[in-house]
């Protein structure tokens, strides 16, 4: 069990998080809705220790995390496979090879970053989040950016990775379909000073049906018409 407890967080006495109070079980997949600038991200810096100018407390263990950005982050110098086997704490090359060919991306493990598309740049940041095999992801709007075929194509081999291993996942997006497909919770923040407005539990998650989480998607929104505003 995971609880984040975020009292207040300000910058330069704006008060950006109040009373934030999470409970993660482990192997939950969840999600973070709400509007641009309400904290969604100064949240994540929290959970991951980059940010510890806050008064709260982080309760379980987080120590064996990982991180996966809006932006790939590879080091433009490595190849493929240095740069996984930068990160890497058990240096197997084989084990980068199985994680490579789980999602058929072996074939470029000798390129280097400036060779590879932007999707394929971000599956293999993917790949580098999951090859120490942490107990929680934190995932920051890591589909944004791309079209929709690649987009698609990432989030089922983030549910590969994530079947595969069983971390618990918390992302951060804008999409609530795609907070609808991805995760069995989702968070919906307010205006700053954000705090949790609805936990919405999400029974059908992982469910590649457009017209199913359309459903979904729609029924809660004709719920909370302002949710995604920042207000109830």
């Known amino acids: 069990m995971l609880h984040i407890k975020v009292d207040e967080k300000s910058f330069n006495e704006t ?22 600038g309400c904290g969604k991200s ?7 220790s980059l ?10 263990d987080f120590s064996k995390l990982s991180f996966m950005f809006q932006d790939h982050r590879l080091l433009p110098w490595l190849t493929v ?12 090359e084989k084990e980068i090879i199985d994680l490579l060919e789980t999602i058929n991306l072996v074939h470029i493990l000798d390129e280097y970053p400036k060779k590879l598309s932007g999707g394929m740049a971000r599956r293999v940041a993917l790949v580098r ?9 934190l ?39 795609e907070a609808i497909l991805l995760s069995n919770r989702v968070l919906f923040f307010s205006k700053n000073p954000a ?3 609805v936990d919405f539990e999400n029974l ?23 949710i995604l505003e920042g207000e109830i």
């Open 15 to 36: 008060n950006i998080l109040k009373n934030i109070d999470i409970s993660l079980k482990q192997g939950e997949f969840i999600s973070i809705i709400g509007p641009s």
């Open 42 to 48: 100064t949240l994540l810096n929290i959970i991951s």
């Open 51 to 60: 940010d510890n100018d806050y008064k709260g407390e982080l309760t379980g």
């Open 81 to 92: 496979k240095e740069n996984l086997l930068l990160v890497s704490k058990t240096k197997d």
């Open 129 to 137: 989040s999951f090859i120490n095999k942490p107990k929680l992801i």
């Open 139 to 177: 995932l920051d709007e890591p589909f944004i950016s791309l079209d929709y075929p690649t987009s698609m194509g990432l989030k089922k081999e983030l549910l590969t990775f994530y079947n595969k291993f069983k971390p618990t996942i918390i992302l951060v997006t804008h999409d609530f379909s």
């Open 195 to 197: 705090k949790v407005l």
């Open 204 to 226: 059908d998650c992982h469910i590649f049906n457009q017209m199913k989480n359309d459903e979904i998607k729609n029924k809660f929104l004709a719920k909370y018409p302002k």
